[in-house]
């Protein structure tokens, strides 16, 4: 059974860098669609970033559009989220997730997602 673990998770100052990666253990997803969601305490998880299997095709929240990056390296089965110019309002627990399917197939719901990392927190201060 294939698992999405997540790293890079940690507290950093408003402004600062932060880069997280999502790597499938059990076999390779090299043809899905994945991403990363977030979630925030009492509130519903929301998407951030997506992007096809080919790294082709990006959809971006508009709240992280020009600070967050998300890309991918099939041959290291991995996929990143590279953080920029953070703010507090980004503390949420970070979420990958994978998919059979196109890129934007979950920018507006998540019940398209078949595979849920465990989750990283990110927080930052201000």
């Known amino acids: 059974q294939v698992q999405l673990v997540e790293s890079g998770g940690g507290l950093v100052q408003a402004g600062d860098s932060l880069k997280l990666s999502c790597a499938p253990s059990g076999r390779t997803l090299s043809s899905y669609s994945m991403g990363w969601f977030r979630q925030a305490p009492g509130k519903e998880r929301e998407f951030v970033a997506v992007?096809?299997?080919?790294?082709?095709?990006?959809y971006y929240a508009d709240s992280v559009k020009g600070r967050f990056t998300i890309t991918r390296e099939n041959a290291k089965n991995t996929v990143y989220l590279q953080m920029d110019s953070m703010k507090p309002e980004d503390t949420e627990v970070y979420y990958c997730?994978?998919?059979?399917?196109?890129?934007?197939?979950?920018?507006?719901?998540?019940?398209?997602?078949?595979?849920w990392g465990k989750g990283t927190m990110v927080t930052v201060s201000a």
């Open positions: 997730a994978a998919w059979a399917g196109g890129a934007s197939t979950v920018v507006i719901g998540t019940s398209r997602v078949e595979i």
């Open positions: 992007i096809n299997w080919s790294g082709g095709t990006l």
